[in-house]
């Protein structure tokens, strides 16, 4: 291999991590703000301490490597459920517990989870997700 092209695969694979778009952490009004600009949104009430969430954050990572247009056409968000259990988001969404991942596009919700952990019901909701990003 050239020099020059060592170089340019180097600068390439040392910047890709940030090329993705990376999942946010919630605040008020993140939400609200992505829907407004059309945005699908992949909403994961979760809490550092749940190994449920933990499982789900797995499988979600998995699925996010295996198709990287996941992550270039959906939003994913992150809800703290030990901060935000009790906020506005949470309850208009009725969210029941931790655990909980969510699809919303426009004022619809496209679907949901509810502490599941199976590669393909998780897969199918990330499908849904994109299906709504890409049309």
């Known amino acids: 291999m050239k ?3 060592f170089l340019t695969l180097t600068a390439a694979a040392s ?13 008020p009004g993140l ?18 301490w749940c ?10 990572n998995a699925l996010k490597a295996e198709n990287p247009a996941y992550e270039s056409s959906i939003t994913f968000i992150d809800v703290d459920w030990d901060l935000h ?7 208009s969404l009725r969210i029941p517990r931790r655990s909980t991942l969510v699809v ?3 004022d619809q919700e496209l679907g ?20 709504a990003a890409t049309t």
């Open 104 to 106: 919303l596009k426009g």
């Open 112 to 131: 949901r989870i509810v502490a599941g952990t199976s590669k393909s019901d998780i897969k199918a909701l990330m499908d849904t997700a994109l299906t």
């Open 31 to 48: 939400v609200t703000k992505a829907l407004d600009k059309g945005e699908t949104v992949f909403l994961d009430f979760k809490a550092s």
């Open 85 to 91: 259990r009790k906020s506005k988001l949470t309850k």
């Open 51 to 60: 190994s449920t969430c933990a499982a789900q954050e797995r499988v979600i």
């Open 15 to 27: 910047f890709a991590p940030w090329a993705a778009q990376a999942t946010a952490d919630y605040s």
């Open 3 to 5: 020099r020059r092209q």
